[in-house]
């Protein structure tokens, strides 16, 4: 089952080798992921995948909602990814709570095996103006051999359509500040946006996911409890 394993990944890897075949090539021959987007009409967002060494073969990724039997390989995806357990039991206690959205949930997958997870849940923003709403986007994770190769790109824009096709009007981020941008995030505290916690200016983001979605919105991010444990 797991033959072609023969580095240092291979021993961080979930049981049953999820994923591992590709990028335990040799850089050189590393199968890139293509985001094109190549079919919106089924439930399944499907993604081509060229293998530059081998111009005619295609693999297909797909990113779909996290299903029941995906629970063990989303926890080793974001516990590998992260190198600790906290986000993965994130994960976990945020599926129990009312701020979890299943259709927000989702899994990358290569082949049968999932390589990526992306998680948005509900939060609010507390302010002069009221209570609003609005979408945590947290944890994400790629599975290490798997990162750089498009897929964590890939779940993000996944996400924010789902997300505003849902209705969903404002997505919160913490996160890398040269990552995030390149989706449309901007500072928040300059919107008067603000995190409930300390936290470096440009790694707390915003995105509107309606054109004037955050008009009259201002406050302090308001996270389930569970995200305390964190
Ligand atoms: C962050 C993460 C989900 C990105 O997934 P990915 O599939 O590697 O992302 P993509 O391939 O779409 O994008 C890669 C780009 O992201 C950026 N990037 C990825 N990880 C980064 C990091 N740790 N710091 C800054 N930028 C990062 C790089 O600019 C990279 O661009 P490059 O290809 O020019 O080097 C993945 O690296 C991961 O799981 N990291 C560990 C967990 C984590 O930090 N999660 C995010 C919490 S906010």
Redesign the pocket.
């Known amino acids: 089952m797991c033959e072609g394993m023969h580095d240092e990944h291979e021993r961080q890897l979930p049981a049953g080798c999820r994923g591992p075949r590709l990028a335990f090539r040799p850089a050189s021959l590393q199968v890139r992921y293509s985001v094109a987007f190549v079919s919106r009409s089924t439930s399944h967002g499907v993604y081509r995948l060229q293998d530059a060494t081998v111009p005619e073969a295609t693999r297909v990724m797909q990113i779909r909602p996290e299903r029941p039997e995906d629970r063990e390989a989303v926890f080793d995806v974001n516990r590998l990814?992260?190198g600790q357990e906290n986000e993965a039991r994130l994960v976990d206690a945020l599926r129990q709570s009312s701020a979890f959205i299943p259709e927000l949930s989702l899994v990358a997958l290569d082949g049968s095996d999932v390589v990526?997870h992306i998680l948005f849940t509900r939060i609010t923003v507390e302010g002069r103006s009221g209570t609003h709403d609005a979408l945590a986007l947290a944890?994400?994770?790629?599975l290490p051999p798997?990162?750089?190769?498009?897929?964590?790109?890939a779940l993000v824009r996944r996400g924010l359509e789902e997300a505003r096709s849902l209705g969903h009007r404002v997505v919160i981020v913490v996160?890398?500040p040269?990552?995030y941008p390149r989706f449309g995030f901007v500072p928040g505290r300059p919107l008067g946006i603000l995190p409930p916690f300390e936290v470096p200016s440009e790694a707390f983001m915003v995105l509107e996911l309606q054109p004037g979605a955050l008009l009259g919105i201002q406050g302090v991010v308001k996270y389930p409890p569970e995200f305390d444990e964190v």
Do not use: E, K, L, W
């Not at 944890?139 to 790629?142: R, S």
């Open positions: 990814a992260f990526g944890p994400m994770a790629v798997f990162q750089r190769q498009g897929i964590g790109s996160g890398h040269d990552y």
